[in-house]
């Protein structure tokens, strides 16, 4: 009953009312000199400095889904939990490679979107078309999945119902607010709610790494609890170490959501927004401070165990929601003015990457399919009133995952995003060092590396969810005729097979003598500053001054 969770309710209801606040003061934050342009909506006038950014993109990429899902993972499977840390690892000297150059051409063309680049690199709008739509179906899910740490925070307060409209409704009130904010104050809502949601993280998650062990009997005891849950386990893949079956699924897992992540719309539109790439250099050697934090939250999973938790009912008869891990944890092992400071870090975590996606997704909509296809001509003010638009659009989408869809197929709907977005990688990352491959070859590899990848998810089964097909990207190397129980991830071999397409298909339309989109970049508008003077794009992709 909620009545029992009253202290909880009341510290989470304040905090989220504060943070809310925030987001439609910050429709004034630094001043904007014209809101009704992408430039200041989608990118916050492309002019935050070095802690703003490190803020925003940290609260970008570690979410609240992030808070419940990777201790759940850890507490189920053991260290196969942990991928998310390695992968974090990876991706920071990926992100100084690859989106520094991004930043620097984008900052000369005044591009917003990848699909931008992608457009003015190759000369060809369909294949900008792909990736934009690409990104906006990957971003979808992973907004969704926000949804999930809020009513996993919400259903442990015993605030929920029976009915469909009862047990959404706190979501969709907090929702509705998240599209208000957004809506007025674009992409400065998250960069100002990022300080308080990353703070609140900080806190509860380093209170709980040493209070957890002082009432569990100490980290020796929590592991032998944990151990012994793991042996007991009949499912092959459970353990504290990783063991032959789930090794190679560890690497490709780890490695293809690093590539993934600097691949996904809202960690490009977090970055662009950046003053200058000094910014970004120095935002890329602070952000795995965000790793360890990320490894000290995995071993929530582990506390959890030692602690007896048993997660809530899910919305299926007889099923469990696993989501509820952490907050359950919290519930039962601290004060309830903690614990309702804990849950306000889960939601509070959950708005700041939703609005950067939702601005992500309708940025893409707005420059590649409504001004490429429907609008040629629009002004910049009707490019940031559609924007508006589409962002409240794709939030509407999101929730409507939420309450028609099951919560567990809306987690494997963003590892299934994770495979999609990788298939932009040969015309986004590779595209940013060169200029060899050929429009049709890229188009030829996105078919081929989309073909793939959705044939062997739907190949993936899950006989303890009732599902056969889409459930879960570890795809089992048998049904490639291997004699083993491994897994591997099917987004790495779905980019590994796009790539080999793309150089196949480029030597054979290079050696045939077809036709390629023209460059509208140089070499140096890849290393240009923030005192460079900028320069247009033309509808036939030609470059143009900007005075």
């Not at 559609?386 to 409240?392: G, R």
Request: aromatic fraction near 12%; hydrophobic fraction near 55%; charge should be neutral.
């Amino acid at each position: 009953m909620w009545r029992d969770h009253l202290t909880e309710i009341i510290v989470f209801a304040v905090l989220f009312v504060g943070v809310s606040v925030l987001g439609f003061v910050a429709a004034k934050w630094r001043r904007p000199t014209d809101m009704e342009h992408l430039d200041e909506w989608g990118l916050g006038g492309r002019n935050f400095g070095s802690w703003i950014t490190w803020f925003l993109v940290g609260g970008d990429l570690y979410t609240a889904y992030t808070f419940v899902a990777v201790p759940a993972l850890v507490f189920g499977a053991g260290a196969m939990g942990f991928f998310a840390v390695p992968y974090t690892v990876i991706i920071y000297p990926l992100f100084f490679l690859v989106l520094v150059r991004l930043w620097s051409v984008s900052h000369r063309h005044g591009m917003v979107t990848p699909a931008d680049f992608v457009r003015a690199r190759f000369g060809s709008p369909t294949l900008a078309l792909l990736v934009a739509i690409t990104g906006i179906v990957a971003t979808m899910p992973y907004i969704a999945l926000q949804l999930v740490g809020i009513e996993a925070v919400l259903k442990t307060m015993g605030v929920t119902g029976e009915s469909t409209l009862a047990r959404h409704a706190p979501i969709i009130i907090a929702f509705a607010i998240l599209a208000a904010y957004t809506y007025q104050s674009g992409l400065r809502a998250p960069a100002l709610i990022a300080f308080v949601k990353d703070t609140l993280i900080y806190i509860v998650i380093l209170v709980a790494v040493f209070w957890l062990p002082s009432q569990l009997g100490g980290w020796g005891a929590i592991f032998g609890a944990a151990q012994a849950k793991y042996e007991a386990s009949p499912a092959p893949g459970d353990g504290l170490l990783l063991n032959a079956n789930n090794q190679l699924q560890y690497i490709t897992l780890a490695f293809g959501s690093a590539l993934a992540l600097f691949l996904y719309p809202h960690s490009v539109t977090g970055v662009l927004a950046s003053r200058n790439r000094d910014v970004i250099k120095r935002n890329m050697s602070a952000l795995p401070a965000y790793s360890l934090l990320l490894g000290l939250l995995a071993m929530l999973g582990f506390a959890a165990i030692a602690a007896g938790v048993k997660p809530l009912p899910g919305a299926n008869p007889g099923s469990v929601d696993t989501n509820t891990i952490v907050p359950v944890l919290f519930d039962k092992q601290f004060p309830d003015w903690f614990a309702g400071v804990a849950f306000a870090a889960i939601g509070i975590g959950a708005l700041v990457p939703a609005a950067i996606m939702s601005i992500a997704a309708a940025n893409l909509f707005t420059r590649n399919i409504y001004k490429e296809y429907l609008n040629r001509e629009a002004s910049p003010a009707q490019e940031a009133k559609v924007s508006k638009v589409a962002s409240l659009v794709v939030k509407v989408g999101a929730l409507l995952c939420i309450v028609l869809l099951d919560p567990q197929f809306s987690i494997d709907l963003q590892l299934i995003g994770g495979v999609i977005i990788l298939q932009t990688l040969p015309s986004v990352a590779l595209g940013l060092f060169t200029r060899w491959f050929h429009k049709g070859a890229l188009i030829t590899g996105w078919v081929a590396g989309m073909g793939l990848g959705m044939w062997m998810l739907y190949q993936i089964a899950n006989p303890a969810t009732g599902r056969m097909h889409f459930a879960g990207s570890a795809f089992p190397l048998e049904k490639f005729g291997f004699d083993t129980k491994a897994t591997i991830y099917v987004g790495f071999v779905a980019v590994l097979v796009n790539i080999i397409f793309a150089v196949l298909a480029t030597l054979v339309l290079r050696a045939g003598k077809v036709t390629d989109g023209p460059d509208a970049t140089e070499h140096d508008d890849y290393f240009v500053d923030e005192d460079s003077p900028r320069r247009g794009i033309d509808s036939e992709g030609e470059p143009v001054a900007v005075a």
